[in-house]
């Protein structure tokens, strides 16, 4: 088992920036590929980024890779999610996401194992 925890979410202002973390514990970090995915109500999970064991393949969603950055921490069991630029359509609930995988990265939630609880963030205009 794997368990994940999120921080970083909260208010923001349109335009201002956000960085959240998720920690993870119950096995050993470097064998998970881990992503960022979020949601908002009434639709499905959608997928952010994502991030190799070793942190040298990343993936980001089309739509927001030129404000994201997706890193990890091995020696801190821990990944990252930077983003830029924030816009209300960027509100909803941000998960966390461990999978023990044989790709580098992974795009499709159903491949994923773990999940967190989420951690929401609001963009105000």
């Known amino acids: 088992q794997v368990q994940l925890v999120e921080s970083g979410g909260g208010l923001l202002q349109a335009g201002g920036s956000l960085r959240l973390s998720c920690v993870a514990s119950g096995r050993p970090f470097m064998h998970l590929v881990m992503g960022w995915f979020r949601q908002v109500p009434g639709k499905g999970r959608e997928f952010v980024a994502s991030i190799s064991w070793n942190g040298d393949t990343t993936s980001y969603a089309d739509s927001l890779k030129d404000r994201l950055t997706i890193s990890r921490d091995n020696a801190k069991n821990a990944v990252y999610l930077q983003m830029n630029s924030l816009n209300p359509d960027d509100t909803a609930v941000y998960y966390c996401?461990?999978?023990?995988?044989?790709?580098?990265?992974?795009?499709?939630?159903?491949?994923?194992?773990?999940w967190g609880q989420g951690t929401q963030v609001t963009v105000s205009s």
């Open positions: 996401a461990a999978g023990l995988h044989p790709l580098a990265t992974v795009n499709n939630y159903y491949e994923y194992d773990y």
